[in-house]
T-cell receptor
């Protein structure tokens, strides 16, 4: 079963634009993680935000978490062609395994 | 250092055959995870090891699936009597921490299994 649902399912933007992806989940969480997957580098961890945090930055990435709405967003600023990939949110609740959403497919057009 | 490696990268099996998929985690990582990823979906948890102990196998879809990590490093996922619905990418991940989610997991490239 998949707890997280990413929105949109697919997103196409021009290089240099910002990309925003959203994730909604169902149960209370310990933390939420974002991963990127492309054919070249497989599945790579991007950022982890804990349930008591509201915002986190890493380079061109900005993640927000709203536990009252059970949602998170990932913002990629000044996108590059190399950002083309699928992006997954994954949640941890208690001591349960990491639960991934279905992902957002991002295409950045040069 | 070296990342997580998996072998083989691709496996084609005829329905009914047994297959064994290998995972070499990052040296010293305590936790090891197996996931199954169907086309167009996110990874789904199969099983989790802390050192050599299999602490959670709740995601294994049937008793045809079996995993082991006898010496707390290399792990093997075995699927007996493969069925077409077993076709997927099988991902292995390792983490330096105990427990499933406090720290990031490092994923291998996966094994793409096709059952014909």
């Amino acid at each position: 079963s998949q707890q997280g649902e990413e929105d949109p399912q697919a997103l196409s933007i021009q290089e240099g634009e910002n990309a925003t992806m959203n994730c909604s989940y169902k149960t209370s969480i310990n933390n939420l993680q974002w991963y990127r997957q492309n054919s070249g580098r497989g599945l790579v961890h991007l950022i982890l935000i804990r349930s008591n945090e509201r915002e986190k930055h890493s380079g061109r990435l900005r993640v927000t978490l709203d536990t009252s709405k059970k949602s998170s967003s990932l913002l990629i600023t000044a996108s590059r062609a190399a950002d083309t990939a699928s992006y997954f949110c994954a949640t941890i609740s208690g001591n349960t395994p990491l639960v991934f959403g279905k992902g957002t497919r991002l295409s950045v057009i040069a | 250092g070296a990342g997580v490696s998996q072998s083989p990268r691709y496996k084609v099996a005829k329905r009914g055959q047994d297959v064994a998929l290998r995972c070499d985690p990052i040296s010293g990582h305590v936790s090891l995870f197996w996931y199954q990823q169907a086309l167009g979906q996110g990874p789904e948890f199969l099983t989790y090891f802390q050192n050599e102990a299999q602490l959670d196998k709740s995601g294994l879809p049937s008793d045809r699936f079996f995993a082991e990590r006898p010496e707390g490093s290399v792990s093997t996922l075995k699927i007996q009597r493969t069925q077409q619905e077993d076709s997927a990418v099988y991902l292995c991940a390792s983490s330096r921490a105990e427990g499933p989610g406090s720290y990031e997991q490092y994923f291998g490239p996966g094994t793409r299994l096709t059952v014909t």
